[in-house]
Nanobody, 125 residues
Framework: VQLQASGGGVLQTGDSLRLSCTVS????????MAWFRQTPGKVYEFLSA????????FYADSVSGRFTCSRDISKNMVYLQMNNLRPEDTAVYYC???????????????????WGQGTLVTVSS
């Protein structure tokens, strides 16, 4: 399974942005897909996860209500809509896939098997 995140850019406080993650190379019906972010010197921060087969979503408290995760099965795409962006949202954003069929929506990066290259989001004040 390959993942590729895209859509990052330079924004201003209050802006909105939608990140995309292209998923390919396998059958991922039972997978959970997630978004994490990372800033220099820090660990991965869980943002959101979505169960591929039914679209159920999970969110970190820090982004709940501002970020929305969705997927388009027909296009093999996962999205992260980010609203009301703040300077502290500046990070490299990653999409990841967990192939476990008995675990869903994990917030632990070590439980994700596949990772895409990140996309940088910079939010200026």
């Amino acid at each position: 399974v390959q993942l590729q995140a895209s859509g990052g850019g330079v924004l201003q406080t209050g802006d909105s942005l939608r990140l995309s993650c292209t998923v390919s190379g396998g059958t991922f019906r039972g997978y959970s897909m997630a978004w994490f972010r990372q800033t220099p010197g820090k660990v991965y921060e869980f943002l959101s996860a979505i169960i591929w087969k039914d679209g159920k979503t999970f969110y970190a408290d820090s982004v709940s209500g501002r970020f929305t995760c969705s997927r388009d099965i027909s296009k093999n795409m996962v999205y992260l809509q980010m609203n009301n962006l703040r300077p502290e949202d500046t990070a490299v954003y990653y999409c990841a896939a967990d192939r476990s069929r008995w675990r869903t929506g994990s917030n632990r990066p070590d439980e994700y098997d596949y990772w895409g290259q990140g996309t940088l989001v910079t939010v200026s004040s």
